[in-house]
């Protein structure tokens, strides 16, 4: 981190206003070659920007000193007009005064060696960058927040107290300690691992409200899902025609239902055929199916349970179709909606039946989510040694503080505490230019 560099901070192309943000040792000496000089920190000053007796623009310009800006290195910003040439000349002045281009994340990557934010810290400003839901956002900036990171703080410090009581036996056999220490770590442990399995619970949530509810559309040929595919996106994605098996592979569509990002996708009739083409869709279907968070069954009038009925999973729901030409009496265990394509009777209903299931399903608690798989891992790899040093109390405290510092620093590597290296360049390089 001992060189300088900026990058654009706004998307290119035209606009009022582009941004470049620089960062590192040089960002005074540069600014002082650009005419940028006299500048009070964080506070925005305009200044006439030339280099080599060119005249570049009349910018906003801001300098931060370290450690008090968002790399926690001496940064800047310049407020630049947003023409493409300005923005160009800008970054060619730059380049020649030794300023490098950014790799992506790095901005924030200098953030987290420096001390500003931790891993998961950083994890979240991605997110929220990338959020287009309510919810999405809402997540990212609890995880910014640092709600996610004290939860981790917290387990790894109950993780330590058992293993202070676990190492004092070991250390100090002759000493006035209590016999049997060890053993006064149980209770310790116990809650540690009922709140480790509690957040790996809540995995699943944190990860389908940041990538999506998955929403998959089952049921024999000819039912109708492929209108309702159509009546749910509101534009014509899916062929729609009275030819049975007219649907032959996955078709997603992404959308927002009452805040929450869905992934809806149409799949091929349920049937046995022996066209290839059609097999191959099938297959398709069934494992989309198998890999749903929710599954709508639906079901034409005259349509038997057929092989679909083979995956729906208990909380799916029936959506009776044609409600036009007559409700069915469908005689089954799930919940029926009726619906009608056509005349776009029951829509608005299942619309707010999915609403209500996605708040269900992934509003959760007030316990902070796990938001990536990365840390879902993690955290079993640590349940998984704590269980096995809670095993050990009672046989050998040596092998049990072992399993329990593996467990530790398990929980370290979710926040960047310890041995991140392997997976900084994994994490940044997922990041968008400027940040």
Not at 229 to 250: C, K, M, S, Y
Request: glycine share 10%.
């Amino acid at each position: 981190m001992s060189d300088t560099i900026f990058a654009l901070a706004t998307p290119p192309g035209r606009g009022a206003i582009a941004v470049i943000r620089l960062s590192g040792p040089q960002v005074e000496p540069t600014l002082t070659a650009l005419g940028a000089h006299g500048l009070k920190p964080r506070m925005a000053s305009v200044r006439s920007l030339n280099h080599d007796g060119a005249h570049i623009d009349q910018a906003l310009v801001l300098r931060f000193v370290a450690p008090h800006s968002y790399t926690g290195e001496d940064s800047a910003e310049l407020h630049l007009h947003g023409g493409r040439a300005v923005v160009e000349a800008a970054s060619r002045a730059l380049i020649a005064l030794g300023v490098r281009p950014a790799e992506p994340g790095e901005f924030t990557r200098r953030a987290f060696q420096n001390g500003r934010m931790d891993l998961a810290q950083a994890e979240a400003v991605a997110d929220l960058i990338d959020a287009e839901t309510a919810a999405q956002a809402k997540q990212a900036l609890g995880q910014l927040d640092g709600r996610l990171s004290e939860t981790y703080a917290g387990f790894r410090r109950d993780l330590l107290h058992a293993l202070a009581l676990v190492e004092a036996e070991i250390d100090f056999p002759d000493e006035e300690v209590p016999d049997n220490l060890a053993r006064t770590a149980g209770p310790v442990l116990d809650r540690l691992i009922a709140d480790l399995r509690r957040a790996i619970d809540t995995g699943r949530r944190g990860e389908r409200v940041r990538d999506g509810y998955r929403i998959v559309l089952i049921g024999e040929t000819n039912a109708g899902k492929s209108s309702l595919f159509n009546a749910l996106i509101a534009r014509e994605a899916a062929i729609v025609t009275p030819i049975a098996g007219t649907t032959r592979d996955v078709l997603d569509a992404e959308l927002v239902i009452g805040g929450y990002a869905v992934t809806l996708s149409d799949t091929a009739g349920l049937r046995d055929s022996d066209d290839p083409v059609e097999a191959e869709g099938v297959r398709r279907a069934r494992a989309r199916a198998a890999q749903a968070d929710l599954r709508l069954w639906v079901r034409a009038p005259g349509d038997a349970e057929g092989t679909a009925a083979d995956y729906a999973q208990p909380g799916d729901l029936i959506v009776a179709t044609k409600r036009d030409l007559g409700k069915q009496d469908l005689g089954s265990d799930h919940e029926v909606l009726h619906i009608s394509t056509t005349t776009g009777e029951g829509l608005g209903a299942l619309h707010d039946w999915i609403a209500a299931r996605l708040a269900k399903d992934l509003a959760g608690a007030d316990f902070p989510a796990v938001t990536r798989e990365r840390h879902r891992l993690r955290l079993v790899e640590a349940l998984s040694a704590v269980e096995a040093g809670k095993a050990m109390l009672d046989v050998s405290p040596e092998m049990a503080g072992d399993d329990l510092r593996r467990a530790a620093e398990a929980l370290a590597r979710v926040t960047g505490g310890i041995g991140v290296e392997d997976i900084l360049g994994q994490v940044f390089s997922t990041f968008c230019i400027g940040k």
